[in-house]
C-alpha cells in the first residue's frame, strides 16, 4: 500500500512505543521518516528496527533551542514537510502533595512547551497541505487520581489541536489529535509503580477497560496514519480516541 507515498514525516519520541510503531507503519506505506529520542539505548534500537534510510536524532523535547535546531534539520533534510506526529511526551504519575516545582515544570515542558515551540518553528518548513497529528490521551477527559499534572499538561495539548487548527488551517495546515487510553508501551513501564503492586494496578486498569485488556502501540498507530493520511483532507481540530471504551466508564 502506498497511502503516504513519499510524504516526508517527523515523528518526536519514535524511537519506542507508539511512535515507532507508527514509524513503522508510515515506512509501511511509502513515508520518508525522521524521528526523535532520547534514550540512547532507544535510539541504538530504532537504528536497528528502522533501517539505514531513516534519520534517528536525539533531541531533547524540554528544550525549545533543541526544536529550533530540530526544525533547521528537517528543513535541512527534506527542504518541506508534509506530516509531523507530536509524540515525545511523559506520564507522570502521584499524589499532588508530592509534587515540586522542577517536577511540574518538566512535565510542562515536554508535554506541551516542546511541542508548541517545534510546530512554531516548522511553520516556515511545512508543506501546503501538511497535516500535524498530536498524541494527547484520555486523560484530558478522565478525572483519574494522582494524574493531575499529566492529564493537565494533556488538556493543554488537546486544546492546541483546536485552536492551533483555527489560525493553521487557512495556511494548508491541519491540526488533529489522538488520544489513546491505556496502552502498554514503554511509557507505562515509568510511571513509577513498584513492581510489588503491578500485577494489582494491571488487572486495575484493566477492570476499567470494557474490551478487557491494554490497548497495542499498533491500534494507536493506525489512527495516526488516518489523521495522517489525505484520506482525512477535510478532518480538522477533531479528536480520535482510541480506549477500548475506557471513557464509557466516566
Given at each position: 500500500m502506498s497511502r503516504l507515498n513519499g510524504k516526508r514525516t517527523l515523528i518526536t519520541g519514535g524511537t519506542s512505543g507508539?511512535?515507532?510503531?507508527?514509524?513503522?507503519?508510515?515506512?509501511?506505506?511509502?513515508?520518508?521518516?525522521?524521528?526523535?529520542?532520547?534514550?540512547?539505548?532507544?535510539?541504538?534500537?530504532?537504528?536497528?528496527?528502522?533501517?539505514?534510510?531513516?534519520?534517528?536524532?536525539?533531541?531533547?523535547?524540554?528544550?525549545?533551542?533543541?526544536?529550533?535546531?530540530?526544525?533547521?534539520?528537517?528543513?535541512?533534510?527534506?527542504?518541506?514537510?508534509?506530516?509531523?506526529?507530536?509524540?515525545?511526551?511523559?506520564?507522570?504519575?502521584?499524589?499532588?502533595?508530592?509534587?515540586?516545582?522542577?517536577?511540574?515544570?518538566?512535565?510542562f515542558d515536554i508535554n506541551v512547551k516542546g511541542p508548541y515551540f517545534l510546530i512554531q518553528s516548522l511553520l516556515p518548513v511545512f508543506g501546503t497541505p501538511a497535516s500535524i497529528v498530536l498524541n494527547t490521551s484520555i486523560n484530558a477527559h478522565v478525572g483519574a487520581a494522582t494524574s493531575?499534572?499529566?492529564?493537565?499538561?494533556?488538556?493543554?495539548?488537546?486544546?492546541?489541536?483546536?485552536?492551533l487548527s483555527s489560525e493553521l488551517v487557512g495556511r494548508g495546515i491541519r491540526v488533529n489529535a489522538v488520544s489513546p487510553g491505556p496502552v502498554d508501551t514503554p511509557l507505562y513501564d515509568k510511571l513509577g509503580i513498584p513492581d510489588a503492586y503491578r500485577d494489582q494496578v494491571n488487572q486495575a486498569?484493566?477492570?476499567?477497560?470494557?474490551?478487557?485488556?491494554?490497548?497495542?502501540?499498533?491500534?494507536?498507530?493506525?489512527?495516526?496514519?488516518?489523521?495522517?493520511?489525505d484520506e482525512s483532507r477535510w478532518t480538522v481540530g477533531a479528536e480520535i480516541i482510541v480506549d477500548g471504551g475506557r471513557m464509557l466508564n466516566g
Open positions: 507508539i511512535g515507532l510503531e507508527t514509524a513503522k507503519q508510515f515506512l509501511a506505506e511509502g513515508a520518508r521518516v525522521i524521528v526523535t529520542g532520547v534514550n540512547p539505548d532507544s535510539i541504538a534500537r530504532a537504528k536497528r528496527e528502522l533501517g539505514a534510510e531513516v534519520r534517528v536524532i536525539s533531541a531533547d523535547s524540554a528544550s525549545v533551542d533543541a526544536q529550533r535546531q530540530l526544525a533547521r534539520i528537517v528543513e535541512e533534510h527534506y527542504g518541506r514537510l508534509d506530516i509531523a506526529f507530536l509524540n515525545a511526551g511523559i506520564a507522570e504519575w502521584r499524589p499532588v502533595e508530592e509534587w515540586t516545582e522542577e517536577r511540574f515544570d518538566r512535565s493531575s499534572v499529566y492529564a493537565a499538561t494533556k488538556a493543554a495539548l488537546l486544546n492546541l489541536s483546536k485552536t486498569i484493566i477492570d476499567s477497560v470494557p474490551f478487557g485488556r491494554f490497548g497495542t502501540p499498533d491500534e494507536v498507530a493506525k489512527a495516526v496514519l488516518y489523521l495522517a493520511s
